[in-house]
């Protein structure tokens, strides 16, 4: 379970935004809605343990998330959170099955090929497995970023705009290939977006 | 994936900017193991050489080139000396021994060395075959000669006139291999070695040839020191030991001394250069001269090799400075992937660090093979340079190359170890 209590923040005495509690059970699928600039990044980073709030507290599954240390916050994120940006990046000087890799052993796990073929074949792009990003159509590397959240089974998926540069047809895709991985994964799903056109997907609906 | 294998492979991945960047530090490199080779193989080619004798004596001239000639056989001689002047010497109290040297021939650009046996004693020589040599026109030779020649015990040559060159060859006598000398590691590896008298001799026959030739004209050409030159008048100066009749008038090159007693290096030298019409030059001081003077021109290359690492290492910093701006990004994602701030610092600092590594691998291995190439086109075979001696202070060009690495690196480090992912996210 992950729940924010009286979270707020403030970029350098700017306006402070204010966030109301969420509560999230396990395994649920929410839709974080708002405009730009209504906070929604700045929530997800808060959420995905990148930023740490001026007030207020995140727990999850029992753990204070910010009551870490620096290193063991980067190690508990790399095992429990799988981002998904609104473009790929994944890192250009190694082939895909490398930034796979790179996931696991940043996250101190043991190295697992096994996994990597199940995630790409899932995804399916097997196939691309020793081929550089360059290499890749924007819609093949926008599943290895799915590819690469997922890599390590995480208990959160964060998905930020992942629809907003793509057509209606692509953007369904995507949606049901975010929602297909948490549910094969069992994770948590909150995807942050001010595309309407994914709102019927979700039952569960934080809005900023 | 070691955070050393994500460096490897973010080099790779800028193949043209990593290579100029290896390249300066090669370069820098390069010079900087040259420099040290070649400084340190010829002070210890000095050292060797000279290291049992305490003063030359020889004409009046300039006393490095008397050391360069007697001791090391690079340049030619300052002149000659009555030998009566050098027994004279070789008896005085402050003289333990005393070696007489006469030159004036070569054989294939080899020097042909007339002495006795106290030069066997002061470089310790010893032979590998064969034995020294006692009767005239018997020689004993260096180990490289040996080799190099492929002469061998029993061989007969003819030595030529002249230090170099091989144009007036000695027709009437012949010299006969009697021995080998084992390698010394020093100039007598490159010596032909035989007595006083067989090179005297060579002259006597040569010039009464010569003589019939010319029928008795008074002017008699010369070759002295390798240069030819015309001397008018009936008198003839003597500018080697050539001179028929009995000791008195006959001359050596030099004579190498070794002293009795401390209170010698004082006294002999001045006593030398002042009482007699000789010139005493102490090895040890001219090669301290000469080193002095070579080293102006070591110490601007090491300068110049010091301000190419410097570029080298100014443009290592661009180069990873640059590349953190684009990689921002990059080193963000790794971040929500779980890498620690401490592990981007070394992929960074690695990035530097495998830069200047193999630059300073590559730039000593070049020093080396430079250094060989330069050693295998060298004229002089007494003071050759080798490529193959590595040195307990190339370490220092390896812990010099890594110290560059991680200053050039230290600054984009620190900046990828304290940047802030979340700003760095949310601009997309």
Known sequence: MISIKSVSHSYSNALRISFKDWEINNGDQWLLLGESGSGKTTLLHILTGILKPEKGEVNMDGTSVYSLSSRALDQFRGRNIGIIFQRPHLIKSLTIKENLLLAQSFAKLPEDPERINEVLHSLGIAEKKDAYPNELSQGQLQRVSIARAVINKPALLIADEPTSSLDDKNAIAVLNLLMEQSGLNQATLIVATHDKRVKDAFINTYEL | ?428
Not at chain 2, 158 to 171: E, I, M, N, P, R
Not at chain 2, 176 to 189: A, E, F, H, S, W
Not at chain 2, 285 to 302: A, K, P, Y
Request: net charge neutral; charged share 15%; with cysteine.
């Open chain 2, 1 to 428: 994936m070691s955070p050393i294998k994500i460096s490897w492979k973010s080099l790779w991945s800028k193949p043209l900017s990593s290579a100029l960047n290896i390249m300066l530090i090669a370069f820098g490199t390069g010079i900087l193991t040259i420099l040290l080779l070649a400084s340190t193989q010829i002070s210890q080619k000095l050292d060797n050489n000279s290291k049992d004798i305490d003063l030359v004596v020889g004409a009046k001239g300039s006393p490095l080139q008397l050391i360069l000639s007697s001791i090391y056989y690079i340049d030619f001689p300052t002149g000659n000396i009555p030998l009566k002047d050098a027994q004279e010497l070789s008896h005085s109290p402050f003289v333990k021994r005393a070696v007489p040297l006469a030159q004036g021939d070569n054989y294939e650009g080899i020097r042909i060395v007339g002495t006795d046996s106290n030069f066997v004693s002061v470089y310790k020589l010893t032979t590998s075959s064969g034995k020294f040599w006692s009767a005239d026109f018997e020689v004993t030779i260096g180990a490289t000669v040996a080799a190099t020649q492929k002469l061998e015990i029993g061989d007969t040559f003819f030595g030529a006139h002249g230090l170099t060159g091989s144009t007036d060859v000695h027709k009437t006598h012949a010299y006969k291999v009697v021995g080998i000398l084992t390698p010394q590691g020093n100039v007598t590896d490159n010596l032909i070695l035989t007595n006083i008298a067989s090179v005297w001799r060579m002259h006597d026959d040569h010039e009464k040839e010569e003589a019939a030739e010319q029928q008795g004209s008074v002017h008699q050409e010369e070759k002295a020191a390798g240069q030819q030159y015309e001397e008018t008048g009936v008198h003839k100066k003597q500018t080697r030991p050539d001179q028929a009749g009995q000791d008195s008038g006959r001359e050596i090159t030099a004579l190498l001394i070794q002293y009795r007693s401390p209170m010698s290096v004082v006294m002999f030298p001045r006593m030398v250069n002042q009482s007699t019409a000789l010139q005493a030059a102490s090895p040890a001081m001219e090669s301290t001269r000469l080193f002095s003077l070579i080293g102006v021109g070591v110490d601007t290359l090491q300068c110049f090799a010091i301000l190419i690492m410097l570029i080298a290492a100014i443009s290592v910093f661009v180069n990873l400075y640059n590349s953190l701006k684009e990689r921002n990004y990059d080193l963000a994602i790794m971040r929500t992937l779980g890498a620690s701030r401490g592990q981007l610092f070394q992929i960074i600092i690695f990035e530097g660090i495998l830069l200047t590594l193999a630059g300073t691998v590559i730039g000593i291995a070049l020093g080396h093979l430079v250094l060989q190439f330069i050693g295998a086109y060298q004229e002089s075979s007494q003071a050759r340079l080798s490529g193959l001696i590595f040195l307990s202070t190339e370490i220092y060009l390896f812990v010099a190359g890594l110290a560059i690495g991680i200053f050039a690196a230290i600054i984009p480090a620190v900046q990828a170890y304290r940047s802030n992912i979340s700003k760095i996210l949310s601009k997309t």
